[in-house]
């Protein structure tokens, strides 16, 4: 009989919150260098929150490998995209006399950078992840990689979105397939059609407005009444498709999620996953609901405070009290006798913004991110656990220039 072994869950949601806010103070102080040891920091906290059998996971990565290669991608996106761009837009102007082509075919270029830099991303997280002191590892296809996953991409948009769920299992086969854990390859099984049924819902969402809003413009082309007809259902039917349709997809993700795990193997090794779509909703609404309020609340607190600050140093902006900062930053009265200069304004205007930014992050951190893991983990187990005596420790995968296109894009998610 197969062993099972349960996953445990032992993070606290007070430790991340503190963590996320100290972090997040020494970015902001930075002036946003630190986010790379940030991120480095709260991954260690999340790894070792999840307890495979109750041995937790470890990362071993390193600010310093994020920070550099975030500065070598720099340079290459730099040159790639500059000078790609400055030749874009100079065959633009010479073909059609503007540039929105030029950009139209830029940002299809940028497309495929998107999957290379995510892929590469992958494989360094799990270049620097080790459970019971076994590597994980994904091997180097970053380049291919991103031709598949642009071939998938182009078959969803022909097909109008029915090939979605292919793209789906095929890219995850892909990286599953190229993944191992010390000396043994995993496997991704299933089948692609498997995971059509529940994006049905997504694409009946997405087509339905399309077509209703089709006949509602049809239907009133001659009324009298057409335009203010038009201009008030249409939005509606839009807004109820676009709900419609994160509704259904956050559920297909969910159940895609579900069915992939539960058909990955390594070896005599399996996964089991109960993963809950209605858990995973209430924690996103709830979550974000208090993310927002959480973020107003503070971000309020710190605009007060650097609104005495500004009333100490310029009486003019006494009348507004707590909230000469805000005005501060919209503009208001610049360079007048005893208001702020252009510069404080600048400086205060981007000084709220990466503010607000970091507050959302934190509080997303603690009331999003934080109690999903915490579902992933405890709805996690895996099977024939008799197996993992026989895997074998792997050679150490540098995984050069760590997430450096990645942080470029700023992709991922948040840790």
């Not at 058909?263 to 208090?290: C, D, E, R, V």
């Not at 309020?300 to 609104?307: P, T």
């Amino acid at each position: 009989m197969a062993q099972l072994l349960n996953t445990e869950f032992e993070g606290r949601m007070g430790p991340v919150l503190r963590l996320s806010l100290w972090t997040a103070i020494l970015t902001v102080f930075t002036l946003g260098f630190y986010r790379f040891w940030m991120k480095t920091r709260l991954r260690r906290h999340f790894w070792a929150a999840v307890r495979p059998d109750g041995t937790p996971l470890e990362y071993v990565g390193k600010g310093i490998e994020k920070f550099t290669g975030f500065l070598i991608a720099l340079v290459v996106l730099a040159l790639l995209i500059g000078v790609l761009a400055l030749l874009l837009v100079y065959a633009s102007y010479v073909l059609f006399n503007e540039d929105f082509e030029a950009y139209l075919v830029a940002a299809v270029i940028a497309l495929p950078l998107v999957y290379f830099a995510s892929y590469r991303a992958k494989r360094y997280v799990y270049a620097r992840t080790r459970w019971r002191g076994i590597r994980f590892a994904l091997e180097p296809a970053a380049g291919r990689y991103a031709l598949v996953a642009m071939g998938h991409l182009l078959l969803a948009l022909v097909s109008l979105g029915l090939m979605w769920p292919r793209m789906t299992f095929k890219l995850e086969k892909f990286r599953t397939d190229r993944t191992f854990f010390g000396d043994q390859r995993l496997h991704q099984g299933g089948k692609w059609t498997e995971l059509l049924r529940p994006f049905l819902p997504v694409l009946i969402s997405v087509w339905g407005s399309a077509v209703a809003g089709g006949i509602i413009a049809w239907r009133f082309a001659e009324s009298a009444n057409a335009e203010s007809i038009v201009i008030a259902l249409l939005p509606l039917f839009i807004f109820i498709g676009m709900l419609g349709a994160a509704f259904f997809y956050t559920r297909y993700r969910v159940v895609a999620l579900r069915y992939l795990a539960n058909h990955k193997t390594a070896g005599g090794i399996g996964l089991i996953s109960n993963l809950s779509f209605p858990s995973i909703l209430g924690i996103n609404i709830g979550g974000y609901i208090l993310t927002n309020l959480a973020t107003a609340a503070a971000t309020f607190a710190v605009g007060a405070l650097a609104s005495l600050l500004l009333v100490a140093f310029y009486p003019g902006l006494s009348d507004l009290g707590i909230f000469a900062s805000g005005a501060v930053s919209d503009g208001t009265s610049i360079g007048e006798e005893g208001m702020p200069s252009a510069e404080i304004t600048v400086f205060f205007a981007l000084f709220l913004y990466m503010v607000t930014f970091l507050f959302f992050s934190v509080f997303r951190q603690c009331f999003v991110v934080f109690p999903t893991w915490r579902h992933y983990a405890s709805t996690l187990s895996l099977t024939g656990g008799e197996h993992l005596a026989q895997i074998r420790q792997r050679d150490r995968d540098e995984a050069g220039q760590a997430e450096g296109i990645a942080e470029a894009f700023d992709l991922g998610a948040a840790i």
